[in-house]
């Protein structure tokens, strides 16, 4: 089983449409996730971070955890074709500070 | 404006040639990372340092070397011991708190 896994998709929604990523992670005693967004052929950027259950909001971004079933989830509004790209989960380990990324899920926005 | 910056950003590799990488930080962060990608998969961590004059192995780590002189700096040296070294590299950093990592532009690293 892999730390963190991802759909790899690709994940297609109309324009407009709300988009919905997945992750599942292993180590039951993680406390901080991460999305990145990575465009073909560039570096990752930071999205969301999120640390406690539940949801966290900035904008058409809305981030859910749920440490019980291990859950960590991207949801984004009003999807754009400027949204396509691959999304990365990061899961950090508990000791060194240390990230564990998922393959990543390729979402296309279509107009 | 405060960032990362890592060169070249491509860079040929000979073989049984060394090659090195550069990463500059000016975020005063402590900590800095190098990952490896590879088409379609994600992030795998070669190398990680908390402090300066201190490193520690990720998942990945042979056939890589690193040095970390200044906190501002963390070069990666690919040897001519890694049989596979065709790949994206991105450097990171982040503090020593719960806090989200940052990446470099990265490097794309070819065998000739």
């Known amino acids: 089983q892999k730390e963190v896994e991802q759909n790899s998709g690709p994940l297609s929604v109309p324009e407009g449409a709300i988009a919905s990523l997945n992750c599942t992670y292993s180590d039951r005693v993680s406390q901080s996730f991460f999305w990145y967004r990575q465009y073909s052929g560039k570096s990752p950027e930071l999205i969301m971070s999120i640390y406690s259950n539940g949801d966290k909001e900035d904008g058409r971004f809305t981030a859910q955890l749920n440490k019980a079933s291990q859950y960590v989830s991207l949801l984004i509004r009003d999807s754009q074709p400027s949204d396509s790209a691959t999304y990365l989960c990061?899961?950090?380990?508990?000791?060194?500070?240390?990230?564990?990324f998922g393959a990543g899920t390729i979402l296309r926005v279509k107009s | 404006d405060g960032g990362i910056t890592q060169s070249p950003k491509y860079l040929f590799r000979k073989e049984g040639q060394n090659v090195t990488l550069s990463c500059e930080q000016n975020?005063?962060?402590?900590?800095m990372y190098w990952y490896r990608q590879d088409p379609g998969q994600g992030l795998r961590l070669i190398y990680y340092?908390?402090?300066?004059?201190?490193?520690q192995k990720g998942d990945i780590a042979e056939g890589y070397s690193v040095s970390r002189e200044k906190k501002e700096s963390f070069p990666l040296t690919v040897t001519s011991a890694q049989k596979n070294p065709t790949a994206f590299y991105l450097c990171?950093?982040?503090?020593?708190?719960?806090?989200?990592?940052?990446f470099g532009d990265g490097t794309r690293l070819s065998i000739l």
């Open positions: 975020l005063n962060h402590d900590a």
């Open positions: 990061a899961v950090r380990r508990e000791y060194g500070n240390k990230l564990v």
């Open positions: 340092s908390q402090i300066v004059n201190d490193f």
């Open positions: 990171a950093s982040s503090t020593l708190r719960d806090q989200p990592q940052h």
